[in-house]
């Protein structure tokens, strides 16, 4: 293959490997294992002479070429009769001969994870790192990156459990492997992408430290993934550190790079800063998008600063980026925390009026805001236009409409709106349940709790081991002995770990 200049929807077209990057290769491959010295613990010594005098299905030296043999008919069946013939020399096929094999068919994908899939599950032999990285390079070089992918996560979670102190290095066994083999910079890029997507991401970072250092320049995709990982993890200045890397081997950064540094600073909460590098930003070429503009209105809502949230959303119709869904919903959010719901409705009718439909996230912050109020009249109706529109409540809403109710003494309304919920098909969570039986008992009221334990019982709820303490006790001190006794038994009955507890 050309390897001046590869191309895949993984990264853009870039020079795919250095003069570094090639005395790497060399200076790692003579100060470790190369492909003909990986020691086997499954295969035994093939050097004897006496084995040229065996006949040739029988030699244990032409095991590889056995094998190439029957790949070469395109027969899966070929492969399972030979693992009957091969039986006596299966004892010599151990990592440097399954090398050999893959090395053979590097041009042809198909018949390398043919033969791959049948060593590891059809023969259960371990198959070792440098045999999975040949593989993965010969998929990445055939462009096949859905299953290179696949065969990369496996590597990972094989090398993540494996023996701490016998652990491989991933970037590095690719390294030596691309001296013998033909391969495909994306490989790298798919690499830290795999670490990002097993939550890994410290060692993606790592990864990306490596590859600089043999010279190659990664994709700016790979980069964003990274540091999306990383800002997930609040690693805000490796954050900063891949994006100066970046910046140091001409890795042209994008929108998507900028959204996740906006985010990065409005994690770090200085304004200034993100001021400054919104400036940077546009002199960069790019425009903010919705994106960024959503990203900073939350930040700013979250902070109690709705005045520059504010004035962003005045400014995103001038700039002709229109306000969405999650626009709308982080000032709405903002306005319910400051108290001014009302005035939080009114933009909700706008944003309907703009043609926008309010889904659960939207119509819980009008809710919450309304609960905090204590205006639970105004909650019903919302939650009903909601269900009306096909929107259904989740567990937040019945949570925040149920301790509403509970913050205002009426727990008998909070029963009858959980009857009147479940006619809708809204399920109830046990958290829901859990609030009300312990509120009903600290009003003294263990008969009402009692009553609606049995008919939460029947949509499978089970309380734990607190619940029905608090019941019993409640039981107890109203003088009723006898029924918290009968009640214990029924617990017992239903779930006889809970056999313990002592009145």
């Not at 010594?45 to 030699?59: A, K």
């Not at 109706?381 to 937040?396: A, R, T, W």
Request: proline share 4%; hydrophobic share 40%; charged share 20%.
């Amino acid at each position: 293959m050309n390897r001046a200049s590869v191309y895949s929807p993984y990264q853009t077209r870039i020079p795919i490997f250095s003069i570094n990057f090639v005395s790497t290769i060399s200076t790692l491959s003579s100060s470790s294992s190369s492909l003909q010295t990986i020691p086997d613990s499954h295969s035994t010594s093939i050097s004897n002479p006496l084995y040229r005098f065996l006949p040739q299905t029988q030699n244990p030296n032409n095991i590889v070429n056995i094998i190439c043999s029957a790949l070469k008919q395109q027969s899966h069946h070929h492969l399972s009769h030979l693992q009957n013939d091969l039986k006596p020399l299966l004892p010599h096929l151990g990592g440097q001969e399954i090398s050999r094999v893959l090395l053979r068919f590097q041009s042809e994908y198909s018949s390398a994870l043919i033969f791959f899939n049948w060593v590891k599950t059809g023969l259960g032999l371990r198959l070792t790192t440098q045999n999975y990285c040949i593989a993965l390079h010969i998929l990445a070089c055939s462009k096949k990156f859905p299953q290179a992918m696949t065969l990369l996560c496996e590597l990972i979670q094989l090398v993540r459990d494996g023996d701490a102190a016998q652990k491989d290095d991933i970037f590095h066994s690719l390294v030596v492997c691309a001296e013998d083999c033909n391969w495909d910079p994306v490989i790298f890029d798919m690499l830290i992408k795999a670490y990002v997507k097993a939550g890994m991401i410290r060692d993606g970072f790592i990864c990306f430290k490596q590859t600089l250092e043999v010279g190659f320049v990664l994709s700016v995709i790979a980069c964003n993934c990274l540091m999306n990982g990383l800002a997930r993890l609040n690693c805000l200045d490796q954050c900063w550190e891949v994006y100066e890397d970046m910046g140091r081997i001409g890795i042209h950064p994008n929108v998507y790079t900028f959204n996740i540094l906006t985010n990065v600073l409005c994690k770090d909460g200085d304004v200034e800063k993100v001021n400054a590098f919104l400036d940077k930003m546009e002199e960069e070429g790019f425009d903010p998008d919705i994106v960024t503009y959503n990203t900073l209105i939350s930040s700013y809502c979250r902070k109690g600063r709705l005045g520059d949230a504010f004035y962003l959303y005045k400014i995103m119709f001038r700039r002709g980026v229109m306000p969405d869904l999650v626009s709308y919903t982080a000032l709405m959010h903002g306005l319910c925390k400051q108290g001014n719901v009302r005035e939080a409705h009114q933009l909700f009718h706008r944003m309907v009026h703009r043609g926008y439909y309010p889904d659960v996230v939207s119509y819980n912050a009008l809710i919450n805001g309304y609960c905090n109020e204590g205006k639970l009249p105004e909650c019903k109706s919302l939650l009903y236009e909601m269900i009306k529109n096909g929107v259904y409540p989740d567990d937040f809403t019945c949570r925040v409409v149920i301790e509403g109710y509970g913050k205002e003494g009426k727990l008998l309304s909070a029963m009858n709106f959980i009857v009147e919920l479940q006619k809708f098909q809204v399920s109830i969570s046990r958290h829901i349940y859990d609030y009300l039986i312990v509120a009903l008992c600290q009003e003294n009221r263990p008969f009402a709790a009692k009553s609606l334990l049995e008919r939460s019982s029947q949509d499978g709820y089970l309380p734990d081991l607190d619940i029905y303490n608090k019941l019993i006790e409640s039981l107890c001190q109203s003088n009723n002995v006898t029924k918290a006794q009968v009640l214990k038994a029924e617990m017992v009955c239903k779930n006889p770990i809970l056999s313990h507890i002592k009145l």
